[in-house]
């Protein structure tokens, strides 16, 4: 029983030896700690402040959503018995 203990870490320790590669899990940690340490904009990027007053800004426009709206609505309504006459069928005569 004890060899088995001591063979277990032995063959893990010769599998860690025959492959020494790159370490994902590290260089991913490491990225992240390095990207906190960078600046939020660089100087190019970097637009006026808006907490400052006299910082530039567009105009403005206003542009009304009811603009080309006009009233179809006639200003007198036409009798409803001459209107509703003139779109029956005419009766045919045999």
């Given at each position: 029983m004890t060899t088995l203990f001591e063979a277990?870490?032995?063959a893990v320790q010769?599998?860690?030896s025959r492959h020494v590669g790159f370490h994902w899990p590290?260089?991913?940690t490491i990225a992240i700690a390095l990207s906190g340490c960078?600046?939020?904009t660089t100087a190019?990027?970097?637009q006026?402040?808006?907490a400052d007053p006299a910082a530039p800004v567009?105009?403005?426009g206003y542009r009304s959503t009811i603009a080309p709206y006009s009233s179809l609505r006639p200003a007198t309504p036409a009798p409803w018995r001459e209107r509703n006459d003139s779109v029956t069928p005419q009766k045919q005569d045999r």
């Open positions: 277990r870490p032995a010769s599998a860690r590290v260089l991913a960078m600046p939020a190019p990027l970097a006026a402040d808006p567009k105009r403005v």
